[in-house]
């Protein structure tokens, strides 16, 4: 039995194609991913999918160096802060998330 499909959908700053692009590259490379759509022009990534957590897609498009300015988990806002570098270590992305 399929688990059930959950939707991701969250709003990026994305200045040009180059921007959207990256966000596209790393999504195409996950695994799990059952369909997605990087928009540029409605600064969005909606992404579906039936065994990846939302924070594992966050911090892969955080890995990009792109704002993730808002999220949506199954159609519910999820409050967060992400920041590009982590203090410490440049190599990882920080994300916060309101929920604990």
């Known amino acids: 039995m399929a688990d059930q499909e959950h939707h991701y959908k969250f709003g ?3 200045h040009c194609g180059g921007c959207s692009g990256a ?3 790393v999504l195409k ?4 991913i059952t369909k997605y759509e990087v928009s540029l022009e409605n600064q969005t990534a909606d992404v579906y ?3 990846l957590d939302y924070d594992t897609v966050l911090k892969t498009i955080a890995k990009t160096g792109k704002k993730v300015t808002s999220g949506e988990n199954d159609g519910k806002e999820v409050p967060m802060e992400v920041a590009t570098e982590q203090p ?5 992305p920080a994300i916060v ?4």
Do not use: F, H, W
């Open 88 to 92: 410490g270590n440049p190599d990882e």
């Open 23 to 25: 966000v596209d590259r």
């Open 12 to 14: 990026i700053i994305m």
């Open 97 to 100: 998330t309101g929920a604990e």
């Open 29 to 32: 490379k996950l695994d799990g």
């Open 49 to 51: 999918t039936e065994i």
